[in-house]
């Protein structure tokens, strides 16, 4: 900014294009409101608008919005860092307690606070505004905890509605959704959203076909809800969209699979969808809504880790056609359409949460 004062007149016109190589998103909140918006020759700058709203989507939103300035430099003190929360054994009759955090960039795994309250298995994991989610993790429970990154303990935060297990939760537009899963007896059509800010859940339109262990995924403002097991134990196709400004359900075009336990990730506004024993990673382009195969797997997994970090698809543990849980970690390059070897994880795991959320290098 002192440089474009320096020579004002003849600099302004770079402003735009410098600003766009500064990581807003990633400025202290404070320091972007009293320093950054109120600065009037950025004000004066139109096309500098989408930079600054860029940023503020990040500060309500966090990881959701998607743009390479909102991942850190090498150079910082924060980067990425995949966290796989709790799951099963080997043999898959062990509930696991650990949380463990890996950097991509040193490849060393450092552990976290356990999983808080008694075991789970096959409970809903995300994230919203960099802390870590769960709930359920067995029959007709509705528990829900929150990882602080800051404070890096867990914490209890309200109960569901509707205790359910087998479901899943996404972020969308600053809230978190609950969706589907099983209540030891029926397979669950409904859905509810969190609100942070008053720290409660509501009912939301429901699922029109109920269904546990789907795939959800948030992706252009709507909620993607993609395959899973439907009521009369069978497993569906169907890719059900959620758009909350009208509260709506729709049908999209069917998913090449059907399948129950996989997972769902969304990079560069695609979707991603691995497990369910699928040999291969598929994507689903809402904006075309066509299906694709986006990279063959070394080999069949369902109830795998799948999350992105570095701009890659990474995939971890999970059960094989065998039903042996496994420690193996791929990252899926999507521009190079390659499958990269990655460090295995501290244990056979499946069933677990994988999520990306970013952390002090030095912790």
């Known amino acids: ?7 004002g007149a003849t600099r302004r016109g770079a402003l735009k294009d410098l600003l766009a190589h500064v990581r807003l998103p990633l400025l202290d909140p404070v320091y ?7 600065d009037q020759l950025i004000q004066g700058c139109k096309d500098c608008l989408p930079l600054l709203q860029e940023a503020r989507r990040y500060h309500i939103l966090g990881t959701e919005v998607s743009s390479v300035r909102c991942r850190p430099r090498r150079s910082m003190e924060l980067a990425e860092a995949i966290v796989v929360i709790g799951g099963c054994d080997r043999k898959g009759l062990l509930k696991l307690p650990f949380v463990d955090a890996l950097h991509p960039e040193s490849k060393q795994w450092k552990p976290l606070p356990n999983v808080p309250g008694c075991a789970k298995s096959e409970f809903a994991a995300c994230t919203l505004k960099n802390d870590i989610y769960i709930s359920g993790g067995h029959v007709a429970s509705r528990e829900v905890w929150m990882l602080s990154s800051q404070l890096n303990v867990w914490i209890r ?28 007896v029926y397979r669950l059509s409904s859905v509810e959203c969190y609100d ?12 029109l ?20 097991a439907t009521e009369d134990g069978a497993n569906t196709e169907k890719v059900q969209c959620y758009d909350p400004q009208g509260n709506t359900w729709s049908l999209l075009s069917p998913a090449p ?54 701009g890659k698809i990474h995939i971890l543990g999970g059960q094989d056609e065998n039903g042996e849980g496994s420690d193996k970690a791929f990252a899926l390059d999507v521009a190079a359409g390659v499958m990269e070897p990655q460090p295995p994880l501290q244990r056979c795991t499946s069933y677990h949460g994988c ?7 030095c912790r």
């Open 1 to 7: 900014m002192r440089w474009v004062r320096h020579h």
């Open 32 to 38: 972007f409101l009293e320093k950054v918006e109120t």
């Open 157 to 184: 935060v309200a109960r569901l509605q509707k205790g359910r297990w087998r479901h899943k939760m996404a972020s969308l537009q600053g809230k978190i959704y609950a969706v589907g899963g099983y209540d030891g």
């Open 196 to 207: 942070p800010f008053s720290n409660s859940w509501a009912a939301v339109a429901p699922l």
């Open 209 to 228: 076909e109920a269904v546990s262990s789907p795939a959800v995924a948030s992706c252009l403002h709507k909620l993607y809800v993609i395959g899973g």
């Open 257 to 310: 699979f059907c399948q129950r336990c996989i997972n769902a990730v969304t990079l560069d506004h695609v979707i991603y969808v691995a497990g369910g024993l699928l040999s291969a990673v598929f994507s689903y382009d809402p904006r075309s809504d066509a299906w694709r195969e986006a990279a063959l797997l070394p080999g069949p997994l369902e109830s795998c880790g799948v999350t992105v970090c570095s």
């Open 355 to 361: 999520v990306t959320i970013l952390r002090s290098t």
